[in-house]
Each structure stands twice: as structure tokens, then as C-alpha cells.
């Protein structure tokens, strides 16, 4: 492999793909949307006076669905484009390897995906402005979401050399981040209602004076999903692996003071199973709940980030694994129709 042929193929492809006037109405927009996001997500975090931390998790969410959105887009025809262009076997004849090739195409998806991040950095600035950042969160969540970037970017390119035909790469793509971003999701959801189990709650009773009875117990007993059992479900969820590799922000009262440690929260206490419950009017300090804080509940809990980020690193290398040896010449097998010059 040789670092200068891969940055000229790099250069050639963002040349050619983001030439149009349309990409930049798009960064337009997306800046518009920032802006609009920005300024709301000040209002609603005004009120924990860490404003910076919640808007900063709000914008680094909001760059990552951008890119799952346009990603696939501009990586899942990297390859089978220029084949089907009949300007891939121009460029395989050249000194340039496969590898160079396949990196070069490669880079070029991520540095698309580092633009939204790039446009993102003025927002991110009046976010650590407004304070409530920590130093540590900033690092964490820029690294993974860097991570990120390149792992939808690799699963696009993978598929354009897997698949002979643009329009089914660039669907497939959208399936693999759909899957992982909306289908753990549903999965999780369904999964989780689906394995039911009976809970005993239990109280005390009212006499016919609408006074509490201290002598007996009332029990209830009712079916409560066991999502304790799905929960892994979501590791694979990129928006769950940010959240859950990025160190939590709390208020005084042990709250999640941005988005990130609000969807850790709903992914860690998806751990716990379900437990009776006992509430004794007569003696409240007896009475059986889990008064614990979201920062001591997350404290005692199982992270889970690296899981799914390798989960993530396996798909995605996996495809760009197999579209490497199918973009290797001489091809031994082309899809019938295939034009390769």
C-alpha cells in the first residue's frame, strides 16, 4: 500500500461526489437544524444548571444520526459506482493496489462524515461556553463517535464491492444501520414484553371506614415484561455505545444531566429484574423500593459499550474484508452485464 496513491484516490472520489451544489444546500441545512437545536435544547436544560453538558450530548447525537442518514448515500456505491461508470478497471490498471483502492475509497467516506462533525464544532464550542461539559466527556464522546463515523463508512464501502449493483448497496447499507440504530430498538421492545413474568406487590388494605389496616397484607400479582433478558439486545445500538462509553454528567441529586447519561440510564436499569414490591403505609421505613439514584443504580451495573462496538467492528470489517477480495484483479467472477472498462 502506498500512502500516496490512497490520498489521490481519496481526493478523486470526494472530487467527484461532493462537486454538486447539492451537498453544500445539505450542510446548509444541517448548520440550520444546529442552530434551531441548539437554541431549544438551552431552554430545556437552562433549568440543571449544566446547560452545556446536556446541549453538547444533543448536538455530538444529532452529528451521528446525520451521519447514519447521508453516509450510506455517498459509501454504499464507492466501488460497483465506478464500475458500473466503467472507470474502476481505469484506476485498477495504474500502479495503485487493491489496498490503495479500498482505503482510498474508504477515507474519502469518513472525511464526508468528519464534515458534519466539522460544521457541528461551532455549536460544540458555545456548548462548553454555556459550562457543564466535563473534559472527559468531551474526549470520550468525539473518539467514539469518530469510531463510528468509520464503521458506517466501511459497512457502505464494504457492500459497493460486494454487490454489483449501486442502488442494492446503497439499500443494503441503509438496512445494516437501520438494523443496528431502530431494529435493536424493536427488538428490544418486543423481546422484552414477549418474556412476562408474575410480580407480587404488596400493600396494605382499607377498612370499610377508609381507615389502614395494619394487620393484614394486601397482595397484587401482574405480569411485568422482563426486558433484564434483552437488554444486550442494545449494546449493538451505535447511539447506545456513545451514551455508554461516555462518562456521565450528574446533577446534585445524582440525576443524568445530558442525553448521554439519560439513554445510559435507560439501558442500565433494562439490567435489573423485575422485584416485588412492599409498601407498608403503617411503617414507610419498612417498605421494600429502590430508592436509589441513577448515578448509584449505574454505579452497580454492567457497561457494555465495548461489546457493541465489536459487534459493530465485526460486520463492518467483514464486509470491507470480502469487498477487498472481490475488488482484487484479475477478477476471476464479475456479475453477468458487469461492464469493466
Not at 437544524?33 to 455530538?60: E, K, R
Not at 461539559?133 to 474526549?139: E, I, M, R, V, Y
Not at 445524582?254 to 403503617?282: H, N, T
Amino acid at each position: 500500500m502506498n500512502l500516496t496513491h490512497i490520498g489521490i484516490i481519496a481526493r478523486l472520489e470526494l472530487t467527484q461526489r461532493l462537486r454538486s451544489v447539492g451537498w453544500y444546500i445539505l450542510l446548509g441545512v444541517y448548520a440550520l437544524i444546529l442552530l434551531g437545536v441548539t437554541g431549544l435544547s438551552f431552554a430545556v436544560y437552562s433549568f440543571t444548571g449544566m446547560a452545556g453538558a446536556g446541549v453538547y450530548s444533543i448536538v455530538v447525537n444529532i452529528v451521528l444520526l446525520l451521519v447514519m442518514l447521508v453516509s450510506p448515500t455517498l459509501s454504499g456505491n464507492a466501488i460497483n459506482g465506478d464500475r458500473d461508470s466503467a472507470t474502476l478497471a481505469a484506476v485498477q490498471v495504474t500502479a495503485a493496489s487493491t489496498g490503495d483502492i479500498m482505503l482510498g475509497k474508504l477515507l474519502a467516506a469518513v472525511a464526508t462524515g468528519g464534515v458534519f462533525l466539522l460544521v457541528a464544532v461551532p455549536f460544540l464550542a458555545i456548548s462548553l461556553i454555556g459550562g457543564g461539559a466535563h473534559p472527559a466527556t468531551l474526549a470520550v464522546s468525539l473518539l467514539v463517535l469518530a469510531a463510528e463515523i468509520v464503521i458506517i463508512a466501511a459497512i457502505g464501502v464494504g457492500f459497493s464491492g460486494l454487490v454489483a449493483r449501486p442502488l442494492f448497496s446503497v439499500a443494503a447499507t441503509y438496512l445494516v444501520v437501520a438494523a443496528l440504530a431502530v431494529g435493536t430498538l424493536i427488538a428490544f421492545g418486543l423481546g422484552g414484553t414477549a418474556l412476562r413474568t408474575e410480580t407480587v406487590s404488596y400493600s396494605r388494605p382499607y377498612d370499610s371506614m377508609g381507615n389502614v389496616d395494619c394487620e393484614r397484607w394486601e397482595t397484587y400479582t401482574y405480569e411485568e415484561p422482563r426486558f433484564d433478558r434483552v437488554w444486550w439486545v442494545l449494546t449493538a445500538n451505535p447511539f447506545v455505545v456513545l451514551a455508554d462509553a461516555t462518562p456521565t454528567v450528574y446533577t446534585a441529586d445524582g440525576w443524568p444531566a445530558d442525553m448521554f447519561g439519560q439513554i445510559k440510564y435507560g439501558v442500565r436499569i433494562s439490567q435489573l429484574p423485575p422485584q416485588e414490591s412492599r409498601w407498608d403505609e403503617c411503617d414507610p421505613d419498612q417498605s421494600q423500593a429502590d430508592q436509589r439514584t441513577p448515578e448509584q443504580i449505574m454505579s452497580s451495573t454492567v457497561p457494555s459499550w465495548f461489546i457493541g462496538l465489536g459487534i459493530q467492528i465485526v460486520i463492518a470489517g467483514g464486509l470491507f474484508a470480502g469487498a477487498w477480495a472481490r475488488t482484487g484483479t484479475p477478477a476471476r467472477m464479475l456479475p453477468p452485464g458487469t461492464r469493466i472498462a
